[in-house]
């Protein structure tokens, strides 16, 4: 007989994050799901984050998996060991400096259970700015629309949304998080998970997703470099994505090479240079160039 409460494992993954996790922690809290896990994988912090884990484990023993690095492995290596740990039907993520809003597990299970093809719900995020408090916009900006997308568009579109995720844990990737990609393994964790079952919505900000200095969104250059490996990566693998592979690749490098980072800057002047040797190439009827 199905338990009326499926089993969650809250997959939360910290580093240095003394001044967040303990809000972070009672977000998850506050959810009151009956039947919950919460697997924490903290990656070698020296600030005190470990501390304050231990004294959440020591209150709520029967609650609380540690998994407390003595050093930094990197984020993939810790969510590898986050994932080993979780036992739960249902997996959802925080990140260890992110907040849940009241309400967000009974709301995404309900969903879930109620389409059993669904292999991933997703909800809206709220950003803000850590130092005020104060909302910097929701994503998306009106409701969530996946029309005519394929797998990867969908999982970009959705890629800032990670502390909303609840993963059906028998549609995610049998081997975990690829190992050679290692801080952004989440986008080709979630693809691959979506050629398992369908992604399901709820239009309504459920997480909250704090801006500061230590934010991935900060360090662009990296993310593109390790995206662009995981497309190499999707090329490979998946024959039938080949396709859909080679578009976005040509619309994400033109889409960062708009932006101002340095090695947009220098991607950017790449672009020149290939399309005057393409323009070199073409000839009108009368011999000049076009």
């Known amino acids: 007989m199905k338990a009326a409460y499926p089993k969650v494992s809250v997959f939360v993954l910290t580093y240095n994050q003394k001044a967040f996790v303990q809000e972070a922690v009672e977000s998850i809290l506050m959810q ?33 998996k540690l998994i407390l690095s003595e050093s930094n492995e990197g984020i993939t290596a810790n969510c590898n060991k986050i994932l080993k740990e979780c036992t739960g039907e249902y997996i959802a993520w925080l990140g260890g400096d992110d907040i849940w809003m009241p309400g967000k597990l009974f709301k995404q299970i309900s969903l879930m259970e109620t389409n059993p093809h669904a292999a991933l719900c997703v909800s809206k995020v709220e950003w803000f700015y850590s130092k005020t408090n104060k909302t ?7 409701d969530f ?3 005519n997308m394929n797998i990867i568009d969908t999982a970009f579109y959705i ?8 993963f059906r844990r028998n549609a995610i990737p049998p081997y975990g998080f690829e190992p050679s990609i290692s801080m952004v393994s989440d986008w080709l964790f979630v693809m ?6 369908s992604l399901v919505f709820i239009n309504e900000a459920l997480a909250r997703y704090r801006r500061h200095g230590a934010s991935m969104s900060n360090y662009p250059d990296l993310v593109f ?10 090329e490979s693998k ?5 396709e859909d592979v080679s578009r976005f690749i040509k619309k994400y490098t033109l889409q960062y090479a708009m932006s101002s980072s340095p090695t947009a800057i220098l991607v ?19 011999g000049t160039l076009l």
């Open 32 to 64: 009151q799901y009956p039947n919950l896990e919460i697997v924490i994988g903290d990656d070698g912090s020296t600030d005190g984050t470990q501390e304050i884990l231990l004294q959440y484990q020591k209150k709520h023993p029967s609650l609380f």
């Open 136 to 142: 910097m916009f929701i994503y998306p900006h009106g």
């Open 145 to 147: 629309n996946v029309v």
């Open 159 to 166: 890629g800032c949304n990670g502390s909303s995720y609840l």
């Open 192 to 197: 691959e998970t979506l050629r398992n079952g």
């Open 225 to 234: 470099k390790e995206h662009m490996q995981t497309l190499f990566l999707l």
């Open 238 to 242: 998946y024959e039938d994505m080949r």
């Open 268 to 286: 950017k002047g790449i672009i020149k240079i290939l399309v005057k040797r393409i323009a070199k190439q073409i000839i009108c009827r009368d």
